[in-house]
């Protein structure tokens, strides 16, 4: 079964500094992998994904993920946090060969400060 | 991208009573998904609603309390029945990219249960 693992419910980071959010999942099939935002009550926005080819994919707002099969990881980064990036985030992973069910992580609620 | 809406956007409802989410989308799609996200949690899939058979549901999840209708390709409801506190959540319908590959959320309908 899959599963994801997000490490840190709560992040917090200077405005300008380097946004680090940890996700891990569990897959026995080769993984899609998604980085959804969520804003204050707002729906989800896909953020970017991985499904096949380069490992180091860049989504929307200046953040990237990379996939790294070895360590069952593909952690979500941004060189410089901004004000507006504070929302919820959520890793999420899928089997290949089309569409499936998203599984979801519990989630990271990004604060930035000044 | 699809457009996806979602009829009510926020409710509060009596115990023991029953809510009708709608779910509009702009396009056909052959898979639309339901989920629900209790406070402070991910994401959890509900079922997956299939145009000309019945629902899917995931584990922990039964028709007679979540029955959902999907007469066409671009329209679906989720009704939760008889509800209690615990139901308070937020219920997102999603549905596929052309691809296959990622997801489309609505805006989410905001449950609270008096």
């Known amino acids: 079964a899959q599963s994801v693992t997000q490490l840190g419910s709560h992040v917090s980071v200077s405005e300008g500094a380097l946004v680090l959010l940890r996700c891990n999942y569990s897959s026995s099939v080769p993984p899609y992998l998604f980085w959804y935002v969520q804003y204050p009550n707002q729906g989800l926005q896909l953020l970017l994904k991985?499904?096949?080819?380069?490992?180091l994919v860049k989504g929307i707002n200046g953040f990237e993920a990379e996939f790294k099969k070895s360590e069952t990881s593909f952690h979500l980064t941004k060189p410089s946090a901004h004000m507006s990036d504070a929302a919820e985030y959520f890793c999420a992973v899928s089997e290949t060969g089309g569409y499936n069910k998203l599984i979801f992580g519990a989630g990271t609620r990004l604060a930035v400060h000044p | 991208s699809a457009v996806i809406s979602q009829k009510p956007s926020r409710d509060i409802c009596q115990r023991g009573t029953s809510l009708t989410i709608q779910c509009q989308v702009d396009s056909q799609v052959t898979m639309m998904f339901w989920y629900r996200q209790q406070p402070g949690q991910s994401l959890t899939l509900i079922a997956t609603a299939n145009q000309g058979s019945e629902a899917t549901y995931e584990s922990g999840f039964v028709i007679d309390k979540f029955p959902i209708s999907r007469p066409n390709l671009t329209f679906s409801t989720l009704t939760v029945s008889n509800m209690s506190p615990e139901d308070s959540s937020i219920y997102l319908c999603?549905?596929?990219?052309?691809?296959?590959?990622?997801?489309?959320f609505g805006q989410g309908t905001r449950l609270t249960v008096v």
């Open positions: 999603s549905v596929p990219t052309a691809g296959g590959t990622e997801a489309f």
């Open positions: 991985y499904t096949t080819g380069a490992t």
